[in-house]
């Protein structure tokens, strides 16, 4: 999808997220984009798999309680079983690693960071990696490169940073439009040692999946820590593949996202759909 079209779906996204207590119907979300009913229709169902009518189910307060109350029992099962993400992001998986404590102190000094731009299903994304692997995933509003860079780059003050989309290029397609088989994508996760354990716990949220930021800390043994667990997922680097957008409130709202709420709504509404589509049918 064109930037363009996706800046006219992600405005119809905000246009969801924020109304969707009133339940809009197919012509006032096609309003938002200014498309006909049945451009859009067919422009979302073509984005995101499923129907925009669809796709406002899976954003109801009830489905987020539901999907919440089902998956708590998921996350503590794979966590005892020790698993990394069961049921990964299509058949990909990734292996990580952190940065020894000495390598974080250094606030990467003598590391180099290769980046670039690319084209996602989500907008423009910017990737940043290491020799070691990923160590960078976010998403740039059209126009706001420049500054979704800088506040990248501030992660690692002393790194020194390379433009290399060309290096970058072959991972964005390994992200976005995985191979069966693949071996896995490396991550080189940088951050503290409770931002680390609060990042591993989320790589161990199913796709498709949401938990709460409680569940979150209690995984991660500090459950009178939500507040400090909130504030690790608002640090994590690597968005998508470490999945933050998976964590949502208890009541079953979203709430904050580094790249706004709209996008967070539409990687939800993603796997969601992504999710649906792989469960086998009933009998």
């Known amino acids: 999808m064109s930037d ?25 979300m096609a309003a938002a984009t200014g498309m006909s009913p049945h451009h859009f229709q067919r422009t979302f169902r073509r984005w995101v798999g499923i129907s925009p009518t669809k796709f406002l189910q899976y954003l109801t307060l009830d489905r987020a309680k539901a999907c919440l109350a089902a998956h708590a029992s998921v996350m503590e099962a794979s966590w005892e079983a020790g698993l990394s993400g069961p049921g990964r992001l299509h058949d990909l998986f990734v292996a990580h690693e952190a940065v020894t404590p000495g390598d974080y102190k250094r606030r990467g000094a003598g590391l180099t ?67 069966g088989g693949a071996p896995p994508l490396p991550l080189c996760l940088h951050g503290t040692n409770f931002q680390i354990r609060v990042w591993d716990a989320l790589l161990r949220i199913p796709p498709g999946a949401l938990t709460a930021y409680g569940d979150v800390a209690a995984a991660v043994g500090a459950p009178r820590a939500a507040r400090a667990v909130g504030a690790a997922i608002g640090r994590n680097p690597i968005s998508w593949l470490v999945p933050c957008h998976r964590v949502i409130r208890a009541s079953g709202y979203l709430h904050n996202y580094e790249w706004g709420l709209a996008r967070k709504a539409a990687l939800i509404g993603w796997e969601a759909a992504r999710s649906e589509e792989r469960r086998p049918a009933a009998a």
């Open 4 to 28: 363009h079209l996706y800046s006219r779906i992600e405005a119809a996204l905000a246009a969801i997220a924020q109304n969707q207590a009133a339940q809009p119907g197919l012509e006032e």
């Open 113 to 179: 960071i290769c980046y670039g731009f690319h084209d996602s299903p989500f907008g423009r994304c910017l990737l940043m990696a290491t020799d070691r692997g990923i160590c960078g995933l976010a998403f740039a509003a059209e126009g706001a490169e420049r500054a979704g860079f800088e506040n990248m780059a501030r992660r690692w003050p002393a790194a020194t940073f390379t433009e290399a989309p060309s290096r970058t290029a072959a991972l964005a397609e390994r992200i976005f439009r995985p191979q």
